[in-house]
């Protein structure tokens, strides 16, 4: 996704292959993380886990194309500069114990999948989406709000917020205001 020839703007095919590659580089790490716990459960005494780095964790196409999902974010990541963040130590899913890949970042393992089983609940929901968020995007808080089988929902869009509302003070009191009158509202 770095290379220039690619895009930024990626085209639908390129996305199309991309996304079909990230999720079989998803499926051999849970294939090595399966295979290790195995070989582990054969030692004596057995290991609990062990944990391992796994890097190219900011590698959305999204962080550098804003018109895929189209937002008011500017390129990056929280972070910064997408590249960069691609390959530093920190960061989500860096440093990961072997169950806890398979619970939270397995493609076909995670059982976090909160679209699945939002349909699942009766509970109220408030869904908040910043629009400036250079990580969760605007797709993804509308297939939450989607998936919801509770009639009582809301989707509340945050304008020119980021994820971490860093120096906007005035976008953070509008997003406890909104939560306080929803709770309030439901006498919560």
Request: aromatic share 10%; charged share 25%.
């Amino acid at each position: 996704m770095y290379d220039p020839r690619n895009g930024p703007p990626y085209d639908a095919a390129w996305l199309a292959t991309y996304r079909s590659a990230q999720i079989a580089r998803n499926r051999r790490i849970t294939r090595w993380v399966q295979e290790r716990i195995a070989r582990i459960a054969r030692l004596t005494p057995p290991i609990v886990d062990h944990p391992f780095i796994v890097f190219r964790t900011a590698a959305d196409p999204r962080f550098l194309d804003p018109s895929i999902d189209p937002s008011d974010r500017e390129p990056g990541t929280y972070w910064g500069d997408a590249r960069a963040a691609n390959s530093m130590l920190g960061g989500l899913g860096r440093i990961s114990g072997l169950r806890s890949w398979l619970s939270q970042w397995g493609y076909d393992t995670s059982r976090g999948n909160a679209v699945e089983h939002l349909r699942y609940t009766s509970a109220p929901l408030l869904v908040l989406q910043s629009t400036a968020d250079q990580g969760v995007f605007p797709a993804e808080a509308k297939a939450l709000f989607e998936a919801a089988a509770t009639g009582d929902k809301r989707l509340e869009w945050l304008p020119a917020a980021t994820h971490f509302f860093r120096d906007q003070p005035e976008h953070l009191e509008h997003m406890i205001s909104v939560v306080a009158a929803w709770l309030s509202d439901r006498r919560l």
